[in-house]
């Protein structure tokens, strides 16, 4: 860090974590989680393209890279998830319609073959998968673990068991009340600016009603945040720290590695402006945010047919999708994004990003508060 955090970051729940900064980040790649980490914040690796087997080497990965710091991981599981299916016997069932609208796509795009396996064309989403994973942070040190699409209460009390804190992401006022019988150490109040898969309700909105709702339960601010004042206002919001997703990917940690971004993909993130995104749900069957493209237009035409849920939809593209991000296939190529990539502007190291981000916040809290401010205690 090569600024002293103002007193305010400093909050309650970074304290509990033993992290300097209040900043937490979401990524699918270890290598960034870790630079996070590294950097001050506290970095949270996703697993959810990550097969149960592959769980405890992508975490003893971000073990050897993150050091003596604390590791983090998020997973989802999302309810109504079929039981006893596979890939295979579900792709043996998709809609005629819908099979036809993707090899057209892939007709008049041109878009070459996938030539390998990833999760977006070889993996169904099921309970016994989502069992697999969450035996591989079990059986980790992982010190927190955030749920994103679902959770269930059964695997909430396991990792508590283990001795993690366990969090979820809340993007609507009725998932905290789902979560009233679920223990939950911190939520994350996600806003409908965020990258991947989001609600309708603006970050400004969402997070002071989370966090009057939540009771004792610390929250952390989501959606739209890559900008050092935005963590000031949120905790003047009462939030306890932040939890980012878009400002890693375009890193130098990010431009390597399985999840990368791509150069072609870099240059379209480094150019989309706050209103270049858009919703769709044609990558996942949910409604996900991602950098506008010709993905999203095409599924938003009036005669694309209304993609099908979770997790038939990725059945039904998975292997589209693989391609598309293999080639670079311009223009169809897209990622989850929120409103806040406007502030990705070059490609700069994870802890360039966390620097401007305390400094930012610095600035932000000094003119808020006067030079020998010290919080309450928040709490
Ligand atoms: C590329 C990408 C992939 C994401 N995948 C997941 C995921 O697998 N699980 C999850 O809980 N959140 C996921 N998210 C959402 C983040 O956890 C986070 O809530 C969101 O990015 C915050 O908003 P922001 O993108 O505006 O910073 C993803 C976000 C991005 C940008």
Known sequence: MSQSPHPALRTDFARALGIDLPILGFTHSTEVAAAITRAGGLGVYGIAHDEPDQVPVKLTE?????????????????????????????????????????????????????????????????????????????????????????????????????????????????????????????????????????????????????????????????????????????LAMGAQGVWLGTAWLTTVEHSHGDHATGPRLQQKLLAAGSGDTAITRGSSGKPQRQVRSGWTEEWAAPDAPTPLPMPYQHALVGDLMTAISEHEVEPLLGSPAGQGVVWSRRIEPVADVVNRLVAVANEALDRLTPPNFEPPATR
């Open 62 to 234: 971000l073990r050897q890279q993150t050091g003596d710091g604390p590791t983090a991981a998020d997973m989802m599981i999302p309810a109504g998830m079929p039981e006893g299916e596979t890939l295979e016997s579900v792709r043996a069932r998709l809609p005629d319609e819908h099979r036809r609208f993707v090899e057209d796509l892939r007709r008049r795009y041109e878009v070459p073959e996938s030539s390998h396996r990833t999760f977006f064309n070889s993996v169904l989403r099921t309970p016994e998968y989502f069992e697999g994973q969450l035996q591989g942070l079990l059986a980790s040190d992982v010190a927190l673990v955030a749920f994103g699409v679902g959770l269930t209460a059964d695997a909430v009390t396991r990792l508590r068991e283990a001795g993690k804190l366990v969090g979820a992401l809340v993007g609507h006022p009725r998932h905290v009340e789902r979560y009233v019988d679920v223990e939950l150490d911190f939520l994350v109040a996600q806003g409908s600016e965020a990258g991947a898969h989001t609600g309708t309700i603006g970050t400004m909105v969402l997070v002071p009603e989370i966090v009057q709702r939540s009771g004792d339960i610390p929250v952390l601010a989501a959606g739209g945040i890559g900008h050092g004042s935005q963590i000031a206002a949120a």
